[in-house]
């Protein structure tokens, strides 16, 4: 099967400067580097830094690279976001509209009052009323219309009243706009903001109905990450021309809405405690679109800068920590001279950096023997928040040795690295294998999905013939190990 090409980079490069030049101190940022490799539950896989408008660093750890697509998740929402503004400047879209009018079908089967006094700010802000996430019961609901489902679960309080991270509430959003445009956010996103900003190429997910989720599923490049917030940043205006007015990047930026009305006052206050916007949050700094496991687009208008990282990361807050720490007092308010040797260290710096692969030789060091064929199967118990894997095979070929992970939808076939270091591959799934055999029993590989922030690490032991299976971090959507890659722009429903 020929590989599956990368995404072509933006025509258009963000304009550079060295950070020096534009007030940032390299230290600073090669401190955060340092921070972040340390971080025990992060593992960061990208990093854009934007000041007064220009690129002054970026990097991507090896195996991931500036022109890889990265599932987003929740940053989604951001997204989103943007084309209800859009749509709200073309009178498609009132925000003080009942959510329910825009879906007459349903109206018969709503009846009660809160739920038919939501309007479509109301779940703009996560203010619909639901004291929590909703999505599993509005599933139950309807398993074929979320939009339904979400509709006929009645509020616990008045809309507006009460925050709820709540996944069918974007679901409906998104859902809106694409009735109101008769297109998917992409394709009307792209000319009114993918094109104007030279995003280049993002796939978003879809479900079986056809609508992309609007709360997750887009996978963009940092690079893209990195525009969206400068588009904020300069208030809905790019390379001096207006495309959304400053009054509704304004509006989608402030609190609408307390996150967590008992926080403490002050700089004890979190990051997930500062209120919510349109599918924003307020930041201890400026705001942000976020998505789990560290997908951060962070404006900060106070220091005229934009931050975007990709990442796994187990504990986000650990991530923003470092970020306050060590990156915004990077931040001077003018020019830095005679600092060219640390500019240089840290271009230097990001031009290598690199997540280690697992530790291991690329065949059994007593040779062949009992490892050729051999199956494993999973150890009872330990597995069972795993992606449904019933066996590993392991085998040696022409082509070097391989890794086939079996679950219901079937075998994944994965090369095992033949030097050490990562070995990339794009088809069947975009994956990067590494590791090796650890002794003459123990065969330990990580499996990175590189369009996604996830890895799998899989251990298979020749004297028990078992094997054990972990994620570093979850995947959130479901599916086979096949599903985690960017939708083809052809076919994109999961099913």
């Not at 398993?143 to 009645?154: A, C, E, I, Q, S």
């Not at 940092?222 to 300069?234: H, K, N, V, Y």
């Not at 307390?258 to 004890?268: I, L, M, R, V």
Request: aromatic share 8%.
């Amino acid at each position: 099967m020929s590989a599956r090409p990368l995404p072509s980079s933006s025509a258009h490069a963000l304009p550079s400067s060295t950070p020096s030049a534009q007030g940032v101190d390299a230290l600073g940022v090669l401190a955060f580097l340092d921070a972040v490799e340390s971080a025990e539950l992060v593992e960061p896989h990208s990093l854009m830094i934007l000041r007064h408008g220009r690129l002054v660093a970026s990097g991507w750890w090896e195996p991931y690279a500036p022109d890889r697509l990265h599932l987003l998740y929740s940053l989604s929402k951001s997204f989103t976001s943007t084309a209800v503004g859009f749509a709200v400047a073309e009178g498609l879209i009132g925000l003080d509209d009942p959510v329910v009018s825009y879906f007459p079908e349903f109206e018969a089967d709503v009846t009660d009052p809160r739920s038919r006094a939501m309007l479509v700010r109301h779940v703009a802000s996560m203010a619909s009323g639901h004291a929590q996430e909703t999505y599993d019961r509005a599933h139950a609901l309807d398993p074929d219309d979320l939009v339904r489902g979400f509709l006929l679960l009645p509020p616990d309080r008045e809309p507006g009243s009460v925050f709820a991270y709540n996944q069918p509430a974007t679901y409906t959003l998104a859902a809106i706009v694409q009735r109101v445009t008769g297109q998917s956010l992409t394709a009307y996103l792209r000319p009114r903001l993918l094109d104007p900003l030279g995003f280049g190429e993002v796939a978003w997910r879809t479900d079986r109905s056809g609508r992309e989720l609007g709360f997750s599923g887009l996978h963009g490049t940092t690079d893209a990450i990195a525009r969206l917030g400068q588009f904020s940043l300069d208030e809905g205006t790019w390379q001096g021309q207006r495309l959304l007015s400053r009054e509704w990047i304004a509006e989608a930026t402030r609190e609408h809405v307390p996150t967590n009305p008992g926080a403490p006052d002050g700089a004890q206050r979190g990051d997930w405690d500062r209120g919510y916007g349109f599918q924003f949050w307020r930041s201890r700094h400026g705001y942000r679109g976020d998505g789990a496991y560290g997908q951060f687009c962070l404006v900060l208008p106070e220091q005229d800068a934009v931050i975007a990282t990709t990442a796994a990361a187990g504990d986000m807050q650990a991530l923003l920590t470092l970020v306050w720490e060590h990156l915004l007092p990077a931040f001077g308010p003018r020019p830095l001279t005679g600092r060219e040797e640390a500019d240089a260290a840290l271009a230097e710096r990001l031009a290598r950096l690199a997540l280690p692969p697992a530790p291991g030789e690329p065949a059994p060091p007593q040779g062949a023997g009992a490892w050729s064929g051999a199956v494993f199967a999973p150890v009872a118990g330990v597995c069972a928040d795993q992606p449904g894997l019933t066996g590993v095979t392991v085998a040696e070929g022409a082509d070097g040795w391989t890794l086939s992970l079996t679950e219901e939808q079937g075998d994944l076939r994965l090369a095992l690295p033949a030097t050490g270091g990562w070995r990339v591959s794009e088809e069947p799934v975009p994956t990067a294998v590494g590791g090796g055999w650890t002794d003459a029993g123990t065969l330990t590989v990580h499996v990175a999905f590189l369009e996604t922030p996830h890895r799998l690490r899989v251990t298979c032991s020749l004297a028990e013939r078992t094997f054990t299976a972990r994620w570093d971090t979850a995947p959130l959507h479901g599916g086979s190990l096949r599903s985690l890659r960017a939708p083809d722009r052809s076919s994109r429903s999961d099913g």
